[in-house]
């Protein structure tokens, strides 16, 4: 094989003549900007690599949350599950909470969730939901509060829609009317979310599920949120604080709340101001959650990568979902940019509904509530709370 001595342009033979230098071609010197160029894309692909590295580490703290093992099934695969004889099973045996237990999230072996197309590719609803369950033992209970969070990209903001619980709705299965919030308590999560998407003709195929005590702990691991606490409220804040602080250890319970006016709350201290409802309604009630749920996301917001890191390693295991690894980095990628931009529904709306008084259920005009809520989900025109 020859070899080419490029200083002096001649081959490799062993004969001493000396032989023409080639011709210069041009064409194949690198000029100084393309160098500058192969800089550039060295540093973008380090710069690619350290940002691979920090999602798969988020990936690996996001693998802490409690993952609930749900079938999505196509409507066809759907059968109908007769509820009006139901019996609703015994508390499973399962850690206190005084030991860091927490409520499982209830799946009825016959009712999966409906699969559902989404409605529009940049719009995604979520159902996070609260159960009033007193203790870790009580696994089946009512679905207490029902937020849809909704990811806008294409408008660019969240959107939070409160579901009032006391809201009549057919549920599948049963051969009369009854809350919302009971859908859980008959057929597990599945349940509700069918019920939510029939009723609501909506597309939500994930949820996050949280009971009083995770829901603190989340909070707490933020580092608690800033609430404006009335005057009014304080005594109510105070009564709920005391029902949650009996149910724990003397060194887990929480101070009251003296003083009025905006001010940081621990866990316990913001979900026993979220459950108000004597004061007022249950309008206003599920407005204070919507606050909660507002200030833990601009609290999330502002927190630098270690902080967020931090949280993600501390404060996951404090709900349960069916949103995977991906989906979890996937929607707080989306949603911590737009903590700015957060709006918020009532459902019902005021004004579109009627009262049943025994038993008490909201009876809604959906005719008219339904293109209402669409409306604001999807940006077609302004919600009203």
Do not use: C
Request: aromatic residues 6%; negative net charge; hydrophobic residues 40%.
């Amino acid at each position: 094989m020859k070899k080419h001595d490029a200083e002096t342009g001649r081959s490799g033979r062993s004969n001493s003549q000396a032989m023409p230098a080639p011709p210069v071609n041009l064409a194949h010197r690198q000029p100084h900007h393309a160098a500058f160029g192969r800089l550039v894309m060295y540093t973008v692909v380090a710069l690619a690599g350290l940002a691979t590295g920090l999602l798969l580490y988020v990936f690996l703290l996001l693998g802490q949350p409690q993952r609930t093992n749900i079938e999505v099934v196509d409507p066809d695969q759907m059968k109908l599950v007769p509820l009006d004889e139901l019996t609703l099973p015994e508390g499973a045996d399962i850690l206190p909470w005084q030991e860091g237990g927490h409520t499982p999230v209830v799946v009825h072996p016959d009712i999966p969730i409906r699969r559902v197309e989404r409605i529009d590719r940049d719009v995604e609803n979520i159902l996070v939901f609260g159960i009033d369950a007193r203790g870790a033992e009580e696994t089946v209970a009512r679905a207490d509060s029902l937020i849809i969070l909704t990811v806008n990209r294409s408008l660019g903001q969240i959107e939070l829609t409160s579901v009032m619980r006391d809201t009549q709705v057919d549920i599948a299965g049963r051969s009369r009317p009854d809350r919302i919030n009971a859908a859980y308590a008959y057929g597990g999560v599945g349940l509700l979310i069918n019920t939510l998407n029939e009723t609501l003709q909506l597309d939500i195929q994930r949820f996050v599920m949280f009971d009083f005590w995770s829901a603190a702990d989340l909070i707490d691991s933020i580092g608690g949120v800033t609430i404006s606490v009335s005057a009014e409220e304080i005594p109510f804040l105070n009564r709920n604080l005391s029902e949650m602080n009996r149910l724990l250890s003397p060194i887990s319970r929480s101070p009251e709340v003296s003083d009025a006016g905006e001010q940081r709350l621990n866990g316990h201290q913001a979900i026993a101001w979220a459950r108000i409802r004597k004061l007022d309604s249950d309008a206003v009630r599920t407005s204070r959650q919507r606050q909660v749920m507002m200030s833990m996301i601009r609290e999330l917001s502002d927190r630098n990568s270690s902080g967020l890191l931090s949280l993600l390693n501390n404060g996951m295991s404090s709900f349960e979902t069916n949103l995977s690894r991906y989906d979890m980095a996937r929607t707080g990628l989306a949603t911590l940019p737009l903590a700015d931009q957060i709006s918020d529904y009532r459902i019902p709306q005021e004004g579109l509904y009627t009262v049943q008084p025994d038993p008490w259920m909201m009876q809604v005009d959906w005719d008219q509530q339904r293109p209402l809520l669409h409306a604001f989900i999807y940006g077609e025109a302004d919600g009203e709370d």
